[in-house]
């Protein structure tokens, strides 16, 4: 058995992935919004599955001009807000880890070019206010991008590098000499750096141009994902030569795999560079769609490629940890609670800890809903990589017995302390699980699942702006085309 010391739960709150079981740390007019004693919950929940860190990012929207002013209140209550957080976030046990892109700048999703003298100020004068806005938080990562990253002005991996080093110097230790940083390697490596972006002659930095489709090739269907192994040869070469000018104690964040599944596309395999690291420094993983991916809100059911990938972590290099992500805190809880259990224990076999978990939140005759709820996870997107497929038929019969053993549960006989509270939980998996039946019938109007997913997941977008990455439209109408087509054992899994 392998025992991470090192176990972090990342909720991505960010502008683009709101929904109902998201927290809304921005519009305090707007819905699913998180009260203080809410956070206190959620973090005495995540304690007890076994994490011992939280991160979060503070997001492009966050990362913005208006901030500097001290008067935009969006920015202000962000920051009144975190504060209150990380207290209580260690008031339980928690610490906290704050992550920001190097360089991305607010809505529009900016990519300020470090080597333009304008906009290099403008990076240093955000990290700086919001470093020294958290005077408590542990550390800081700093993230390559995604979004983020330049090749203007010859921008490429090797830029990322200084910069890093630079915010490490100038702000990090400036406003904290005993912090012990973290460094990001996401992507190929170096998300957006260099190579990895889509190149566009006369590029003016904005997410805009460069998710123009009339810039799409075949080549480079994605704006970045596109680093070879020779680039991430150079890349890791470049950052191990670097690593004695960041702090001895730097953790430096390093996949298995560098393509957007931890698989050995594009950038190949890390294992081989992840090694050589943790010769001089601590090492983590940060499996992004291990878990659930970034699209539609809905309860995943990736843990048996979870238990194996946290085995091939452990096998790997001295990893000290890793990080399990959600964008649905308060809907994930089972995978949440079974990636807790498994950091602490790899040997843990993943379909029990499911079925202990249920057995925890409704009682020892609900064991059958952690084999049950495998049935959710059919929707192709991000990280999908099924165990097994599904025929409709099987699948309306499994939702049917979910659905008759979620009406019998008794949330009263609940022994964790989770948030949601385990009725909210139980009406939530009924929910799905009644619209997932609906959708592997015959007949189904998608156009009514589509408003009925969007009035329970993504209302919110009814009262703030739409993000410049306009998904929240694409993850509804993606729900509403679940199990449009018959699955057949042919079919390639992903
Ligand atoms: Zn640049």
């Not at 190929?188 to 260099?194: H, K, V």
């Not at 659905?403 to 948030?419: Q, V």
């Not at 993850?475 to 079919?491: G, Q």
Request: aromatic content about 14%; overall charge negative.
């Amino acid at each position: 058995m392998a025992h991470f010391t090192y176990r972090s739960l990342y909720i991505n709150f960010a502008e683009h992935l709101q929904n109902a079981w998201n927290p809304n740390m921005y519009y305090l007019e707007a819905p699913n919004r998180w009260s203080v004693e809410d956070w206190k919950n959620y973090f005495v929940m995540i304690k007890s599955f076994g994490y011992n860190n939280f991160e979060f990012w503070i997001s492009p929207t966050l990362f913005d001009r208006p901030a500097l002013s001290g008067k935009s209140p969006l920015h202000e209550n962000f920051k009144r807000e975190m504060n209150e957080i990380i207290k209580v976030g260690h008031e339980v046990g928690i610490t906290l880890l704050g992550g920001m892109c190097a360089n991305c700048v607010g809505p529009g999703w900016y990519f300020a070019c470090p080597k333009g003298k304008d906009d290099k100020k403008l990076i240093f004068d955000l990290w700086n206010f919001w470093v020294s806005s958290f005077p408590e938080i542990d550390s800081f990562s700093i993230g390559p991008g995604d979004p983020g990253g330049c090749n203007r002005n010859g921008c490429n991996h090797e830029t990322f590098v200084d910069l890093a080093i630079e915010i490490t110097d100038q702000v990090l230790l400036k406003h904290n000499p005993d912090m012990k940083p973290f460094l990001g390697t996401w992507g190929t490596p170096f998300s957006g750096w260099g190579e990895d972006l889509k190149y566009i002659e006369n590029w003016d930095g904005t997410w805009a141009m460069l998710t123009d489709p009339k810039f799409a090739t075949p080549e480079t269907p994605a704006h970045i994902w596109n680093g070879k192994r020779e680039r991430a040869k150079k890349a890791f070469e470049y950052l191990i030569s670097k690593l004695p000018k960041f702090p001895k104690e730097t953790t430096v964040i390093i996949n298995t795999g560098m393509d957007p599944d931890t698989n050995f596309t594009m950038g190949g395999s890390a294992k081989k560079y992840a090694r050589e690291i943790a010769k001089t420094n601590p090492i983590t993983t940060w499996d992004y769609s291990l878990s659930e991916g970034e699209l539609i809100a809905y309860p995943h059911f990736r843990l048996p490629r979870m238990s194996t990938k946290m085995r091939e972590w452990a096998a790997a290099a001295p990893y000290k940890g890793g990080m399990n992500y959600t964008m649905t805190p308060k809907l994930s809880l089972m995978t949440q609670y079974v990636a807790g259990q498994i950091m602490q224990d790899t040997d843990i076999n993943p379909d029990i800890a499911a079925a202990d978990f249920f057995e925890k939140v409704f009682g020892s005759e609900m064991r059958g809903l952690g084999e049950l709820t495998e049935a959710f996870e059919v929707v192709r997107g991000w990280g999908y990589h099924p165990r097994n497929l599904w025929s409709k038929e099987m699948l309306r019969e499994t939702y049917q017995e979910i659905i008759d053993m979620l009406e019998a549960a008794d949330p009263s006989k609940c022994t964790l302390p989770i948030f949601p509270d385990p009725e909210t939980y139980r009406q939530d998996l009924l929910w799905f699980a009644r619209e997932f039946l609906k959708m592997a019938g015959e007949n189904c109007d998608r156009a009514e699942v589509r408003k009925e997913f969007w009035e329970k997941s993504q209302k919110i977008y009814d009262f703030i702006p739409m993000s410049c990455d306009p998904r929240a439209h694409l993850a509804a109408d993606n729900f509403s085309k679940i199990l449009e087509r018959e699955v057949s054992w042919s079919d390639p899994i992903c």
